[in-house]
C-alpha cells in the first residue's frame, strides 16, 4: 500500500454521476474497494436515472443529484453533506457538473483522472491524479482509482440485484417463452446508430435460420419509438417491441434472459456485460478497444478503423485515443453479412450456452 493510505479509509465518497453505461464501469471498482476495504463507509453520489440501475446494493450509501432540478440539485446536496467529512473522495466523472458537485464533499484527499485525461478541466478539481495509462478500455481506467489506493486486486463483478417483482412485470410484458434475441438498436448519440434496414435483415435471418423470437428495447425517445416501427415494418413476423415500456430494473431482467443483444456502443449493451449476456457490437463511430462491451470482444463488428482512415486519411495508431466519427455515412460501414457473420459464429459458440467467461 502507498505511504499516502498506510490502512484502509473510514469513510470514501464515490462520486460518479452518469451514464448508465458508465456506471456500469464504475462497478468493478465499487466491489473491488468493498472487497479489500470492508470496514470502509463508502457512500456513491450518483445520477437519479443512473441510481435505478443500482438500487438494492448493500453497504454503500447513495446520495441522488437530480441534474434536472438545476441549482436546486447542488443545494440539497449542500444540506446532505453540509455536516460531513470524508476520508477520501475518488472524483471518477469528467464533466463540469461533476467537478461543481465535488466542490461540497469535504476530503483532504482528492482523487481525479491524471491531466493527460482530464476533460472539462477536471484535474483542477482534485489534488492527487490517478496513474496516466494509455490506451485502456474505460473500465480499465477506472480501476486506476482503486490502484491508486494501494489495491492492485481487480473484482469483475457487477451483482446488480434485481427484485423478483420487476422480474415477474418483466416476463409479463416479455410474453414469451422461447429463446429470443434483443435488439437494442439506438444510442444517446444518433450518428452511432445502424440503418433501420440492416437490423430488420439481420432480425429476418435469425428468426429463420435459428427460430429465434426478436425483442426490440429503448427508452421513451420518438427516434426509439420510430425505429422499432420501421424495423417491424418491413418483417413478415411479429416482434416484441418494449421501447418505452420497460424499467431499467425490468429491462435488466429482459437482458439477462436473452441469448445475445445487438447494439450499437449504448448504456443497455453494457448493462448486457453486467447481466452476462454476450453482445454483438456495432462500431464504427466510436474505438471498441476503448468503449466496448466488456466481455464481448470476440463479437465485436468493428469497423471504426476505416472511418478513422476515411474521416481524418490516418490510422487508429495516429489519432488520439478515443477520436470519434461523428458523420452520417460511418455506421453505414458495417454491412449485414458483416453481423450476421458474428452472429453464427456467436451462436455457434461453446460460450453461448454459459453466456461469456469473466477476465
Not at 461533476?98 to 483542477?124: E, H, M, N, T, Y
Not at 481487480?154 to 417483482?165: A, G
Request: glycine share 4%.
Amino acid at each position: 500500500m502507498p505511504p499516502d493510505f498506510p490502512q484502509p479509509a473510514r469513510t470514501l465518497c464515490l462520486l460518479r454521476l452518469s451514464a448508465l453505461g458508465d456506471i456500469t464501469h464504475t462497478l468493478p471498482v465499487f466491489y473491488t474497494l468493498r472487497e479489500n476495504w470492508p470496514d470502509t463507509r463508502i457512500t456513491w453520489i450518483i445520477g437519479k436515472v443512473e441510481y435505478e440501475l443500482v438500487r438494492g446494493i448493500k453497504d454503500v450509501e447513495f446520495i441522488i443529484f437530480d441534474k434536472k432540478q438545476g441549482l436546486k440539485a447542488y443545494l440539497q446536496l449542500y444540506q446532505q453533506l453540509k455536516t460531513r467529512r470524508f476520508d477520501i473522495l475518488l472524483h471518477m466523472q469528467m464533466s463540469l457538473r461533476a467537478s461543481i458537485a465535488s466542490l461540497l464533499v469535504r476530503a483532504p484527499v482528492r482523487i481525479g483522472f491524471d491531466r493527460q485525461r482530464a476533460k472539462d478541466g477536471q484535474w483542477l478539481f482534485s489534488n492527487k491524479k490517478i496513474a496516466y495509462q494509455p490506451g485502456q478500455h474505460v473500465i480499465d481506467s477506472f480501476f486506476g482509482f482503486s490502484q491508486a489506493l494501494g489495491i492492485q486486486d481487480k473484482q469483475y463483478r457487477w451483482d446488480i440485484p434485481i427484485p423478483e417483482t420487476d422480474r415477474a412485470s418483466a416476463q409479463q410484458k416479455l410474453g414469451i417463452d422461447s429463446p429470443y434475441v434483443i435488439i437494442s438498436p439506438c444510442s444517446s448519440k444518433a450518428y452511432r446508430n445502424w440503418s433501420v434496414e440492416g437490423y430488420a435483415e439481420v432480425a429476418r435471418y435469425l428468426r429463420e435460420k435459428y427460430q429465434y423470437s426478436i425483442v426490440i428495447t429503448g427508452g421513451n425517445s420518438d427516434i426509439e419509438h420510430q425505429y422499432a416501427d420501421n424495423i417491424q415494418q418491413r418483417l413478415a413476423f411479429e416482434v416484441v417491441n418494449l421501447v418505452g415500456k420497460t424499467s431499467i430494473k425490468e429491462l435488466l431482467a429482459i437482458i439477462e434472459k436473452a441469448d445475445l443483444m445487438i447494439s450499437p456502443d449504448s448504456g443497455p449493451a453494457h448493462m448486457a456485460t453486467a447481466m452476462n449476456t454476450p453482445v454483438i457490437g456495432l462500431y464504427a463511430c466510436t474505438n471498441p478497444d476503448r468503449a466496448r462491451p466488456y466481455l464481448s470482444e470476440k463479437w465485436l463488428v468493428n469497423r471504426y478503423p476505416e472511418a478513422i482512415q476515411k474521416k481524418y486519411n490516418k490510422p487508429v495508431s495516429d489519432v488520439p485515443w478515443g477520436a470519434r466519427v461523428r458523420d452520417d455515412w460511418a455506421m453505414l460501414l458495417i454491412t449485414v453479412d458483416d453481423v450476421i457473420a458474428i452472429a453464427d459464429k456467436l451462436i455457434h459458440s461453446p460460450l453461448t450456452n454459459s453466456k461469456n467467461a469473466l477476465p
